[in-house]
């Protein structure tokens, strides 16, 4: 009995989400009595593997091996069921990216564990295996039973956050045993902006609506961003306009966010958009409608034009991070 | 070559979400249905793909795991386009369950391409692609953000963290698509419905399977406290409020 977690590296380096994991997974394996150990894919160096360390996890499992340098959703699965085997793990931790939507249903199968996505908390009860997990985007939660032997848990982000458990995890090397025949997808190119603070990880997001009248007025509100550290977003309608792109859309049928805070600028705030940003932990609304049911969702509103508001907020950051 | 699409017939995503008496399912009373979101973006490019392929695309079949009562949706399917279907005669139990089904009830039907929509509007699950590509034992590609087709070499653009990979798969594969597969999702054309009235639509029964998973109760989001109002005149004022009541900058 175990507990496995996944831990997902970016060019070698983990990722906050990576250490909210561990601390998730480690707290329930102090509930259950047992250890949990970290699987890390890839190359890493030690020194990094051993930050797992940190947030609970008693040992490491590395399996470094070059050909898993880019993601193929089979041979993945296959070394992390491996891994799930090796150590007799009955529960198995991942985060919500993308990367577990395409690794983890395949695990699944595999080992015929039952799989939850967007769990939200703690388990409720570990006899039978109880989880709570959002549904209908955060518009309710459900809890969740499992039939199965093992199991599959993906996070919803910052449901839980990172907390510290100092371990000695101890690096072990791992050969998962994977043939080339197992690799049927192939990489030919990448394309990667730089220097950007990707839109999923950012702590402070600023966002636009149609409120915003034209792309041309982006530029204060990328100014905005710019001094709060913040990633730029935007409403369904701006991306289906083409003012931005499409991987900057947030609700629904975009990208669910959840950081610390959210500026939601000349944003009306349909039922669509409020579900992909409602588990942001502060939101500020600013809008010229004052019954924009965007205010149902924020914690702070400014009742005006976001053109005429977003230069004097401008001035205010500006002020306030020159003094702090 | 074939394509399937897999749709999944969802509560119309601005649906208020009631729970019943016993707090143990959501209350679906008047609810509208539609395809999930992502499953009709699925659709819409493989319409594209098809009209744009000069007849090397002879087929796209839909299909859905639902009782009688998602046959609406799976004909607005019709309707939009797809040329037939096929309904599995059970309550999806969970995605495991489902995936198995699909899988066995297309096993003989050699698609070429399989796609689904990344996730389920309703219970937020995003297992049933990467599961039927398991059962099937076919690759798959996740995160799909554009599909493009030529010859016989699909590429796909895949979403990483402030990019993307345009990735190669060999067929047939699954591909699990996201926002920005296609524009904006087609609506049926009234020749579309008339016509949709005479596509074959298929129903099959289950096989005899496990869910993994089960929901047990159910609850709504906790209340939150009323918007607090910062004067537009003095917008330092949300600053200082950030700073010292939120404290989050």
């Known amino acids: 009995m175990s507990v496995l977690i996944y831990t997902e590296n970016f060019d070698g380096k983990f990722k906050k989400s990576t250490f909210e994991t561990?601390?998730?997974?480690?707290?329930?394996?102090?509930?259950?009595?047992?250890?949990?150990?970290?699987?890390?894919?890839?190359?890493?160096?030690?020194?990094?593997?051993?930050?797992?360390?940190?947030?609970?996890?008693s040992k490491v499992l590395h399996f470094n091996d070059a050909r898993f340098a880019n993601l193929d959703n089979s041979a993945f699965a296959t070394a992390i069921a491996q891994a799930v085997e090796k150590e007799g793990a009955n529960v198995v931790i991942m985060s919500g990216s993308n990367i577990a939507k395409a690794v983890a249903p395949r695990v699944s199968v595999k080992l015929k564990a039952g799989l939850v996505f967007a769990v939200s908390g703690l388990p409720k009860k570990l006899s039978p295996f109880t989880v709570p997990k959002k549904v209908f985007h955060g518009k309710a939660f459900a809890d969740v039973v499992f039939n199965s032997a093992i199991k599959i848990l993906s996070i919803a982000q910052n449901s839980f956050g990172v907390k510290e458990h100092l371990q000695n995890a101890a690096i072990e090397a791992f050969d998962a045993k994977v043939d080339d025949s197992a690799f049927k997808t192939k990489v030919t190119s990448v394309e990667k902006s730089t220097g950007k603070i990707i839109l999923t990880d950012a702590e402070v997001i600023v966002s636009g609506g149609r409120g915003m009248k034209s792309p041309e007025n982006w530029k204060p509100l990328e100014e905005l961003a710019g001094i709060l550290g913040a990633a730029t977003a935007c409403s369904r309608p701006v991306s289906d306009e083409g003012w931005r792109p499409h991987s900057e859309h947030v609700g629904q049928t975009g990208k669910i966010i959840a950081p610390n805070l959210y500026i939601a600028c000349g944003i009306s705030g349909a039922i669509q958009h409020l579900a992909g940003v409602s588990s942001s932990k502060v939101i500020v609304a600013i809008n010229s409608d004052k019954e924009a049911p965007i205010f149902s969702a924020a914690d702070y509103g400014i009742i005006g034009d976001a053109q005429k508001i977003l230069p004097e907020l401008i001035t205010a950051f500006r002020k306030f991070k020159s003094e702090n | 070559m074939k394509i399937l699409v897999c749709i999944s017939n969802v509560p119309d995503t601005t649906t208020k979400i009631k729970l019943n008496g016993e707090k143990t399912a959501i209350d679906l009373a008047g609810?509208?249905?539609?395809?999930?979101?992502?499953?009709?973006l699925a659709l819409t490019r493989a319409l594209e793909l098809k009209e744009a392929s000069a007849g090397k695309i002879t087929k796209i079949s839909v299909i859905s795991v639902g009782s009688q009562g998602a046959e609406p949706t799976i004909r607005k399917a019709l309707a939009?386009?797809?040329d037939d279907a096929i309904r599995i005669?059970?309550?999806?139990?969970?995605?495991?369950?489902?995936?198995?089904?699909?899988?066995?009830?297309?096993?003989?039907?050699?698609y070429d391409i399989i796609l689904c929509g990344i996730e389920s509007s309703d219970y937020n699950g995003s297992a049933f692609g990467g599961m039927l590509a398991e059962f099937m034992d076919l690759p798959s590609v996740s995160s799909v953000s554009s599909f493009e087709l030529t010859g016989d070499v699909v590429k796909v653009n895949r979403e990483i963290p402030g990019g993307y990979e345009v990735v190669e798969p060999q067929l047939p594969f699954v591909a699990v698509v996201q926002k920005g597969i296609a524009k904006e999702p087609r609506i049926p054309s009234m020749r579309g419905i008339m016509m949709a009235r005479q596509k074959p639509l298929k129903v099959v029964e289950a096989i005899m399977a496990d869910a993994l998973t089960g929901f047990v109760a159910f609850e709504p989001p906790q209340p939150k406290a009323a918007c607090k109002m910062v004067d537009p005149a003095n917008v330092a004022e949300l600053v200082d409020l950030l700073h010292k009541e939120a404290k989050i900058i």
């Open chain 2, 31 to 40: 609810v509208q249905w539609i395809i999930n979101p992502w499953d009709e």
């Open chain 2, 89 to 110: 005669n059970t309550e999806p139990k969970d995605a495991y369950f489902a995936a198995f089904q699909v899988a066995e009830a297309v096993k003989t039907e050699a």
């Open chain 2, 80 to 82: 939009i386009g797809a």
């Open chain 1, 22 to 57: 561990v601390s998730y997974g480690a707290e329930i394996a102090r509930q259950m009595g047992t250890t949990a150990i970290a699987l890390s894919m890839g190359n890493v160096a030690d020194d990094d593997l051993k930050t797992l360390g940190n947030y609970g996890a």
